[in-house]
């Protein structure tokens, strides 16, 4: 059973910087696609990235290609979001997810087995 923990939410000005850490815990990391969603009020959650078991590949939304970088650290069962050239649009709270056992990336909430409870992030003057 996989355990996940973000951090690194917080409020920050439009085009400031944020870098969100998810720890995972029960399992090896290296069994699983994690990716990052997140959910504004009154939105549906949505798929932000995601990284594959082995590094190999990553997703992104449109919308903040660019400006956002997913990586990890399997030795040290991290995954992380570095968040910069942050926009009031991007305030959420963002979630860590993971796949089941070598599934792919995925950018569907749906296809998620594993979560984090969610860590917030405002961005606002």
Do not use: H
């Not at 850490?21 to 290296?30: E, M, P, Y």
């Not at 009031?88 to 993971?98: G, I, R, S």
């Amino acid at each position: 059973q996989l355990q996940l923990v973000e951090s690194g939410g917080g409020s920050v000005q439009p085009g400031g910087s944020l870098r969100l850490s998810c720890a995972a815990s029960g399992s090896t990391l290296d069994y699983y696609a994690i990716a990052w969603f997140r959910q504004a009020p009154g939105k549906e959650r949505e798929g932000v990235s995601c990284i594959s078991r082995s590094n190999g590949g990553s997703y992104y939304l449109d919308s903040v290609k660019g400006r956002f970088t997913i990586s990890r650290d399997n030795a040290k069962k991290m995954v992380y979001l570095q968040m910069n050239s942050l926009k009031p649009e991007d305030t959420a709270v963002y979630y860590c997810a993971a796949t089941s056992r070598w599934a792919a990336c995925s950018a569907y909430a749906r296809t998620m087995t594993y979560w984090g409870k969610g860590t917030p992030v405002t961005v606002s003057s």
